[in-house]
């Protein structure tokens, strides 16, 4: 799965891993942050969620650019300066006034400038590794390893969040409760009911704080505030990782630093030329798939937004049996050195490499029945956590699809990138199905916001679970699949800008994210899921219809 592949594109990968895991952490808690110590609402989160997803995605086309002109190394370095100074800005504790919501403001355009520099223009890097024509084959398949590699990072993201959080909170001798920021706040604004108010002197006594009920509203909105400002920290350690890496390996990848205008000046050659009317169709195509990829963001990016709020107030908060085996970070790292290893066991060509990869699995196994033993019989769960399960099922499926696809390959039978794209939306409003059908009889939001939601309705977390499953598969389908048919369509000329589109493309997905957050209010769940899944269902007859143009220029 790992051979033949130049050294540049493990460490491209491994620079990007680290930052993804610091970007991947803040956005674990990003939402959270904002209701707990502003007392936002559903809408305003949303609607700030949105904003700096699509700046977040938006700023690759200028940065692209940028790229186009003045090279790619040089906006790649510049893109982690950039994202360093707004993580630092966001993990400063503030008291909460005009001057903080300014801060975090200021800090989230930062990151969302930083990104724009850094992140397609690092693809942008990857693909041209793959123009050599020895590597040329390996091109999708390169951009799986690639995007695994990123989930990596987001795998212990969540994981690293909750430890800060429950660290934070332990130390002012608290512990985290969803329900309190939200009554804290109504508290001190003076709108809480009159039940309200019950709940919330039950969960004061619960945490032991004898006294003023202000002054417990506000010490755990404090606390619970600078738990995520630490949180924000993170990242800014995982940066000065990624930078590290970046600039010690970039021998491995400085041949494919170079852009069209570079390249002619240093060696006088340029690649070959399109001609107009070739250039516009390329273009055209392009357009035509980023179009398709809006609504796939759009619903996909709903982990942040609504599948957290589901996490949070429709989803049981602890797990007995089984079901504890995947709250563990380290138990998924290990379930996924058990696939690797056996993945290697059949494809090992000598005697030496299936006895290693036989123990491999055999270890793993047998630590993760030992740690599955150790777990309490209880585990209590916070609503971030669920977010690691997509970038484990995208590490821990990645050879899977691979494997896959190259049986098909050898048979003539792989489908092309965009027919693969048009599966992915299918698949994703399957994803959303699952949602609907888990929500059927579940009160709204605005009736849990009131009244609170009683213990015996809270669903399992294994709905949850199942959809981020599906979703994983509509993703390995469309994303790294789109990104490898942005590399290899995309005229010479335009590749940073092109690569731009695509992620402008998200940018637009990531805004119309805050649509279906507008929606989380008085209406049945079922109708919500059911928006995002007309909406895939859509996008994929659009991109079958038009299924011939696209392969003719793939």
Request: proline residues 4%; contains cysteine.
């Amino acid at each position: 799965m790992f051979e033949g592949h130049p050294k540049g594109l493990y460490a491209l990968a491994l620079a990007n891993t680290g930052e993804r895991f610091g970007y991947y952490t803040m956005l674990a808690i990003f939402t959270l942050f904002v209701q707990a110590k502003f007392g936002y609402t559903a809408d305003q989160a949303s609607t700030i969620y949105g904003i700096f997803l699509a700046g977040v995605y938006f700023m690759p086309l200028v940065g692209g650019v940028l790229a186009d002109k003045f090279g790619f190394g040089k906006m790649v370095t510049t893109g982690i300066v950039v994202m360093f100074a707004g993580y630092l800005l966001l993990s400063v504790p503030t008291a909460v006034n005009m001057t903080s919501q300014v801060m975090m403001f200021g800090a989230l355009f930062l990151i969302a400038c930083g990104t724009g520099l850094f992140k397609g223009n690092l693809q942008v890097m990857v693909g041209n590794l793959y123009d050599v024509p020895a590597y040329r084959p390996k091109r999708d398949h390169a951009f799986s390893l690639f995007y695994m590699a990123i989930n990596i990072g987001a795998l212990f993201a969540p994981t690293a969040a909750t430890a800060v959080t429950n660290w934070i909170m332990g130390g002012a001798g608290l512990t985290y409760n969803a329900k309190i920021p939200a009554l804290a706040h109504q508290f001190l604004d003076g709108t809480i009911s009159e039940a309200g108010s019950a709940t919330l002197a039950t969960l004061q006594a619960a945490q032991g704080f004898v006294g003023d009920t202000a002054v417990f509203c506000n010490t755990y909105i404090a606390k619970l505030s600078e738990a995520y400002n630490y949180g924000f920290g993170v990242a800014c350690i995982s940066l000065i990782v990624s930078m590290l890496i970046y600039v010690c390996c970039r021998p491995m990848f400085k041949h494919a630093d170079t852009n069209s205008k570079q390249a002619k000046a240093t060696t006088g050659t340029t690649e070959p030329e399109l001609t107009p009317s070739q250039t516009k169709e390329r273009i055209v195509a392009l357009c035509l798939v980023f179009a398709v990829v809006i609504f796939f963001w759009m619903a996909f990016h709903q982990n942040g937004l609504t599948l957290t709020f589901f996490a949070r107030d429709y989803t049981a908060t602890s797990v007995v049996g089984l079901d504890r085996i995947g709250f563990s970070v380290w138990n998924l790292a290990l379930i996924i050195l058990a696939v690797y290893g056996a993945f290697s066991l059949f494809q090992s060509k000598h005697l030496q490499g299936k006895v290693i990869s036989g123990l491999v699995v055999a270890a793993s196994l047998g630590v993760l029945a030992w740690a599955y033993s150790s777990m309490d019989a209880t585990i209590d769960i916070l609503p971030q956590i669920f977010q690691q399960f997509n970038p484990f099922f995208v590490v821990a499926l990645t050879p899977v699809s691979l494997a896959v696809f190259a049986a098909l390959a050898k048979r003539k039978k792989e489908p092309s990138a965009p027919r693969k794209i048009g599966l992915g939306m299918i698949i994703a409003a399957v994803g959303f199905l699952l949602m609907a059908v888990g929500s059927m009889g579940l009160p709204t939001p605005n009736e849990v916001s009131q009244a609170g939601i009683s213990s015996d309705m809270l669903v399992s977390p294994n709905w949850l679970i199942s959809t981020y499953l599906v979703l994983t598969f509509a993703e390995l389908l469309l994303s790294p699949m789109g990104i490898s048919f942005v590399s290899k369509v995309a005229p010479p000329k335009y590749k940073g800008m092109m690569m731009g589109g695509w992620f402008a493309a998200t940018a637009v997905g990531n805004y119309m994210v805050a649509i279906i957050g507008y929606l989380w209010a008085g209406i049945p769940l079922w109708i919500v899921w059911g928006v995002l899944i007309i909406l895939c269902l859509l996008a994929a007859i659009f991109i079958f219809s038009i299924m011939k143009r696209l392969e003719k220029v793939a």
